[in-house]
């Protein structure tokens, strides 16, 4: 097949114990799914989840370095524990929801939080400030064969070394496999789907020239620069 214009590289993170990669499609992202977070942000109820979207070439390898993004002087961090879809469906139930997943990685939504807001003042899409380059930094996934399904366990963020966000990811409101169940019944997934999973409380500002790095018990380390 040919093409009118220069077709892209599929984006993609490496698995771990193989020369494959993951190949992304589409990047969802789980607002609110901490209770801390959630009454940090104004809210404080188990309401049902709510779900935006990340292109799938904003994806960030690990160890990278990215510019300060445009148009913001408040970005922020937040730490997420990453599920990998390996298997589609619509209408998972949440009995079956861990034979959907491949494997499990470590990112960061980050956000353009003064977009974001401003957005939200107006009743307007979150997409600028949730959505723009570089903005899904995501580790290397690894095999749930190999690690089995995180259901618990640290989570935490730090900013040159000082630490800025500490949870469990035991603590999510919804849960992996209910939150599999139910974006399933609004989108059919399918393989090389990712799902970012929410955040605990303590999201805040990054700087130029500090370095993060996130940690999830059982998954892995993730490090990433700005310019």
């Known amino acids: 097949m040919s093409y009118a214009i220069p077709s892209w590289d599929l984006p993609s993170v490496p698995v771990v114990g193989s020369e494959d990669r993951f190949p992304v499609r589409r990047i969802y992202c789980i607002g609110r799914n901490y209770a801390a977070h959630a009454r940090e942000m104004g809210a404080d109820e188990r309401e049902p989840p709510f779900f935006f979207l990340k292109p799938?070439?904003?994806?960030?390898?690990?160890?990278a370095t990215i510019p300060y993004p445009p148009a913001t002087e408040n970005f922020h961090y937040e730490a997420e524990l990453v599920a990998a879809i390996g298997k589609g469906g619509a209408n998972i139930s949440v009995d079956d929801a861990n034979d959907h997943i491949f494997g499990y990685g470590v990112g960061i939504d980050l956000t353009r939080r003064d977009l974001q807001e401003e957005a939200k003042g107006m009743r307007r899409p979150w997409d600028m400030g949730k959505g723009f380059d570089a903005s899904a930094p995501c580790s290397e996934i690894y095999p749930a064969a190999t690690i089995g399904h995180p259901t618990a366990g640290a989570i935490t963020l730090t900013v040159n070394g000082e630490t800025r966000q500490?949870?469990?990811?035991?603590?999510?409101?919804?849960?992996?496999?209910?939150?599999?169940?139910?974006?399933?019944?609004?989108?059919?997934?399918?393989?090389?789907?990712?799902?970012?999973?929410?955040?605990?409380?303590g999201v805040g500002a990054v700087n130029r020239g500090e370095e993060i790095v996130v940690h999830v018990d059982g998954v892995c380390d993730l490090t990433l620069k700005i310019a």
Do not use: H
């Open 166 to 201: 500490s949870g469990d990811i035991g603590d999510m409101i919804w849960n992996m496999p209910e939150s599999v169940a139910y974006l399933s019944g609004l989108v059919t997934l399918e393989p090389g789907d990712l799902i970012y999973t929410g955040t605990p409380e």
């Open 56 to 63: 799938g070439d904003a994806i960030v390898q690990n160890g």
